[in-house]
Antibody, heavy 117, light 110 residues
């Protein structure tokens, strides 16, 4: 059974750096073809694709956010970390991590991050 | 502004059929597989269709997907009130080297 769960601060101040952790079980990020991605959704708005890391450490980012985002994995801990610098109120959103097998086939419950002073 | 274009809303009566369109370009839908996601109110998205027309285990055959050129379509037959949700298409964009989603379509079952 594949499960994922996001964790991190619920409130950050503008210009701060946000670090979110996705802790998963039921699969290994060392298995060929597997990836873990991050997707966010501002309140009342659409899904936005953010970043993806594959089993071989190949990393992909949304071009519009690439300069601010870093995605890493710790295979031994079954974790994927997303770091976002220079947070702004427009980054307020629910952040989801998801297993990428047959596209994003398993999702975490999401974590709401509010950016406010 | 989303890379993929979906109608903001669609509606139909219980038991009827509805289709939701997703329009893109040759760099995304035209040359990559399309997925569809269902997001019930207050919950995480759920994969409904992958590889244009395949259903994950547990997804009823009332849900179907198709693709033609740079557009894709999600079909839902035998509508139920429990199908009321937001639906998103998603695919890879080869020019952007990243994934993309549509703007979402809210389905209302009248």
């Amino acid at each position: 059974q594949i499960t994922l769960k996001e964790s991190g601060p619920t409130l950050v101040k503008p210009t701060q750096t946000l670090t979110l952790t996705c802790t998963f079980s039921g699969f290994s990020l060392s298995t060929s073809g597997v990836g873990v991605g991050w997707i966010r959704q501002p309140p009342g708005k659409a899904l936005e694709w953010l970043a993806l890391i594959y089993w071989d450490d190949d990393k992909r980012y949304s071009p519009s956010l690439k300069s601010r985002f870093t995605i890493t994995k710790d295979t031994s801990k079954n974790q994927v970390v997303l770091t976002m610098t220079n947070m702004d109120p427009v980054d307020t959103a629910t952040y989801y991590c998801a297993h990428r097998g047959r596209d994003f086939d398993y999702w975490g419950q999401g974590t709401l991050v509010t950016v406010s002073s | 502004q989303s890379v993929l274009t979906q109608p903001p809303s669609v509606s139909a009566a219980p038991g009827q059929k509805v289709t939701i369109s997703c329009s893109g370009s040759s760099s995304n839908i035209g040359n990559n597989y399309v997925s569809w996601y269902q997001q019930l109110p207050g919950t995480a998205p759920k994969l409904l269709i992958y590889d244009n027309n395949k259903r994950p285990s547990g997804i009823p055959d009332r849900f179907s997907g198709s693709k033609s050129g740079t557009s894709a379509t999600l079909g839902i037959t035998g509508l139920q009130t429990g199908d009321e949700a937001d639906y998103y298409c998603g695919t890879w964009d080869s020019s952007l080297s990243s994934g993309v989603f549509g703007g979402g379509t809210k389905l209302t079952v009248l």
